[in-house]
Nanobody
Framework: QAQLVESGGGLVQPGGSLRLSCVAS????????MGWYRQAPGKQRELVAT???????NYLDSVKGRFTISRDNAQKKTYLQMNSLKPEDTAVYYC?????????WGQGTQVTVSS
């Protein structure tokens, strides 16, 4: 049974940084595209960033230059480094693993940006 577990969320002031982590188990990690999504209250879930096994990345326009996604295939981990955080980044952040039509999700971690 595949499982994704996120950690690293919390409360941070505007301009601050957080690093989210996601550890995977029960799947062949290096065959999956890993991603981070977020969902703010009253809004649809949106794609924040993705990274292929080879390291190709893709970002939501509003986080480009502030967020960095990375992965460690040996440890089956994915990271999201978030810098220069803004109040509009407040959301529940979800880790995703995708292989063609197969999708796995973590339980989510809350990120709150507020003074």
């Amino acid at each position: 049974q595949a499982q994704l577990v996120e950690s690293g969320g919390g409360l941070v002031q505007p301009g601050g940084s957080l690093r989210l982590s996601c550890v995977a188990s029960g799947l062949t990690f290096n065959t999956y595209v890993m991603g981070w999504y977020r969902q703010a209250p009253g809004k649809q879930r949106e794609l924040v960033a993705t990274i292929t096994s080879g390291g190709s990345t893709n970002y939501l326009d509003s986080v480009k230059g502030r967020f960095t996604i990375s992965r460690d295939n040996a440890q089956k981990k994915t990271y999201l480094q978030m810098n220069s955080l803004k109040p509009e980044d407040t959301a529940v952040y979800y880790c995703n693993a995708r292989f063609y039509s197969i999708d796995y999700w973590g339980q989510g971690t809350q990120v709150t940006v507020s003074s």
